[in-house]
């Protein structure tokens, strides 16, 4: 089985300032694990993702996620947030295998505010 | 290249009518994979398909049901709907189903009255 965890349902930061969101997993395999955002009344948007390759992932947008095996992570981090960023974002994973469940697990979402 | 269509964008259905939405993935994709977002459950996997087949399948009533097309194109159907069908339906579309990246379209959303 496989769960997604996202430690924040909200955060706040101000302009300019680093944005980060926390993401931990749980899976039986080696999971593929994305981060997606979905502006209002949008659907989702791909931002990066992890496919056993390199541990740290850049992505759309200035966005770059690590993984980290140990503490079964993905945090999504942005090193300077701008308005545009204001946005749910949903950290996901996808477990190939098990009980043949190849469906996405989604985060329950953390939603970005962005003060200017 | 366009991305993965959904029809219709919006629509208001009542009470224990049904409901077909469609979703036209991306040229060259042969797996979809259909979503159900609510304010109270968030997102929920209702099914996937795979050639025209049926791989997966989540935690929903028999009402719900799906189908692909030779061209991948699918379809999902509500029967009977019910007030807290009201969601935001999302499909999604991949080459196939070993864990490539999902492309999402805008959703279809269904309001029932």
């Known amino acids: 089985a496989q769960s997604v965890t996202q430690l924040d349902s909200h955060v706040s930061v101000s302009e300019g300032t680093p944005v980060l969101l926390r993401c931990n997993y749980s899976?039986?395999?080696?999971?593929?694990l994305f981060w997606y955002v979905q502006h209002p009344n949008k659907g989702l948007q791909l931002l990066l993702k992890y496919t056993s390759a390199a541990t740290l992932v850049k992505g759309i947008n200035g966005f770059e996620a690590e993984f980290k095996k140990s503490e079964t992570s993905f945090h999504l981090t942005k090193p300077s947030a701008h308005m545009s960023d204001a946005a749910e974002y949903f950290c996901v994973v996808r477990t190939p295998g098990d009980t043949g469940r190849r469906a996405l697990t989604f985060g329950s979402g953390t939603r970005l505010q962005v003060q200017p | 290249k366009a991305g993965v269509t959904q029809t219709p964008r919006y629509l208001i259905k009542t009470r224990g009518q049904q409901v077909t939405l469609s979703c036209s993935p991306i040229?060259?994709?042969?797996?979809v994979s259909w979503y159900q977002q609510t304010p109270g459950q968030g997102l929920q996997f209702l099914f996937e398909?795979?050639?025209?087949?049926?791989?997966n399948k989540g935690n929903f009533p028999g009402r719900f049901s799906g189908r692909q097309f030779s061209n991948s194109r699918s379809e999902m159907n509500v029967s009977t709907l019910e007030l807290g069908d009201s969601a935001l339906y999302l499909c999604?579309?991949?080459?196939?189903?070993?864990?490539?990246?999902?492309?999402f379209g805008e959703g279809s959303w269904l309001t029932v009255v």
């Open positions: 999604a579309s991949s080459i196939d189903s070993s864990g490539n990246t999902i492309y």
């Open positions: 899976s039986s395999y080696s999971p593929s």
């Open positions: 040229s060259g994709h042969r797996s």
């Open positions: 398909y795979f050639s025209e087949t049926q791989r």
